[in-house]
């Protein structure tokens, strides 16, 4: 993958595709975010017992499909067998839980660039992330960074993958507090860091920035008008969007 390491991020990134349109992670939701203008979507991702890398964003099957436990103990055919749309549409439909493979492709054929975010599979984070990286080091018709909450992936991608953009995301200052992030980022060379919304300071933006730093922020619900506006007004590179009708045009 031919790498731009000054790659300019967009304002809105759609969140697991547009979560709040179409049932996230799936190929519905991707492709509907390219649909209504977007150009760059988040996925999460994580591999199946067959070592498949799938799109899941909880540590189980259970809330988004209708299949129950960890994506590890299933291979992938039977994975694709589970309803990935009725716990968005509330009745059966045929939207199945996509392998990474296929969201390359619809990327590619949308112009469409991606962040993948490396979901932990306890036990096997190291195995996780270099099933993504076969996939993904040879792909240069498309943008693609890579981001992660858990460590070992973190540092595992920038191992196997130096020339790739990466972010570490933190959902709080619990274990690592803003100067952590800064030093792993630069230490491990990341281009890109990714807060919480409620993270958002000013000063703490400031403090990034003077790192030479990219900052993404996400929220545990859509993001409007008015919250993009004051966080895009103090530096913030982008933000992720789960219903971004309302923001488009605007940014």
Partial sequence: ??????????????????????????????????????????????????????????????????GSGLAIDYCYEKIKKFDAGKFFYKQNTNIFVPKLEDILSLCTNNNGNLNIELKPNKNFEKENVYQIYKITKNINQIDIFFSSFDMISILEISKLFPQSLRSFLLDDFKEYNVDDLINISINHDLKICGLNIDLVTTDIIKKIKESNMAITVYSNKNINTSSANDIFSIGVDSIFVDNPLDLLGKF
Avoid: W, Y
Wanted: aromatic share 4%; with cysteine; glycine share 4%.
């Fill in 1 to 66: 993958m031919k790498q731009n390491k000054t790659l300019k991020l967009p304002k809105l990134i759609g969140h697991r595709g547009v979560k709040d349109l179409c049932p996230e992670n799936t190929l519905e939701s991707v492709a509907r975010a390219f649909e209504i203008g977007l150009n760059f979507v988040e996925i999460d991702v994580k591999i199946s017992k067959d070592k498949v890398p799938i799109l899941l964003h909880d540590d189980t099957l259970n809330r988004t499909t209708s």
